[in-house]
Nanobody, 126 residues
Framework: QVQLVESGGGLVQAGGSLRLSCAAS????????MGWFRQAPGKEREFVAG??????????DYADSVKGRFTISRDNAKNTVYLQMNSLKPEDTAVYYC?????????????????WGQGTQVTVSS
């Protein structure tokens, strides 16, 4: 049974940093696209960052709102993907979800993902 478990969320002041982790179990995801999404109260779930591989090269894509501030990375030995979040803003406040795909599809679309974590709350105070 595949499980994705997020951790690292919390309360931080604007301008601060957090690092989210997503530990996968049940199968290896080293060659699978993985992504981070977020959902704020009253809003739809939105793409934050995604990573995929082509050959031996890993690629990443980011939402415009987080480019230059967030970095997605992965440790295949630990079957874990990370989201480093710097220069946090109050508008980054949301529940952050990790997701993984069985087959490589577009990383920016939530419906292309097969597995989801339970989410971790990130709150940025002004």
């Amino acid at each position: 049974q595949v499980q994705l478990v997020e951790s690292g969320g919390g309360l931080v002041q604007a301008g601060g940093s957090l690092r989210l982790s997503c530990a996968a179990s049940g199968r290896a995801f080293s060659s699978s696209p993985m992504g981070w999404f977020r959902q704020a109260p009253g809003k739809e779930r939105e793409f934050v960052a995604g990573t995929w591989t082509r050959g031996n090269t890993y690629y990443a894509d980011y939402a415009d709102s987080v480019k230059g501030r967030f970095t997605i990375s992965r440790d295949n030995a630990k079957n874990t993907v990370y989201l480093q979040m710097n220069s946090l803003k109050p508008e980054d406040t949301a529940v952050y979800y990790c997701a993984a795909q069985n087959l490589a599809r577009r990383v920016t679309l939530a419906h292309e993902y097969d597995y989801w974590g339970q989410g971790t709350q990130v709150t940025v105070s002004s």
